[in-house]
């Protein structure tokens, strides 16, 4: 098993640029990626951003594409996510994904943090 714990978030002012963090524990050695996903009231949990374990490849979401970036700090088995230029349509739940594949379907998810909520005043 693989456990994920988010930490950062809270209420943001338009424009900020907070920073989410994801460490994982575990049997991380199984793991080959990590993602980003949000879900915002009344909505279905989408898809973010995410990273591959070794660093060597990142995705985005078209939405978030130039203003978030995904990063792994190898280290503390910790993986970032830097939010610039925050509109109030981000706001929502953060929640980290961990998972032996690439995916970007919250249905096909393998591990799954508490998530950490994102709320964005304008």
């Known amino acids: 098993q693989v456990q994920l714990v988010e930490s950062g978030g809270g209420l943001v002012q338009a424009g900020g640029s907070p920073r989410l963090s994801c460490a994982a524990s575990g049997r991380t050695g199984g793991l080959y990626y990590v993602g980003w996903f949000r879900q915002a009231p009344g909505r279905e949990r989408e898809f973010v951003a995410g990273i591959t374990w070794r660093g060597d490849l990142t995705l985005y979401a078209g939405p978030v594409k130039g203003r978030f970036a995904i990063s792994r700090v190898g280290a503390v088995n910790t993986v970032a996510l830097q939010m610039n230029s925050l509109k109030p349509e981000d706001t929502g739940v953060y929640y980290c994904?961990?998972?032996?594949?690439?995916?970007?379907?919250?249905?096909?998810?393998?591990?799954w943090g508490q998530g950490t909520q994102v709320s964005v005043s304008s």
């Open positions: 994904a961990g998972d032996r594949t690439i995916i970007r379907q919250a249905s096909m998810v393998d591990y």
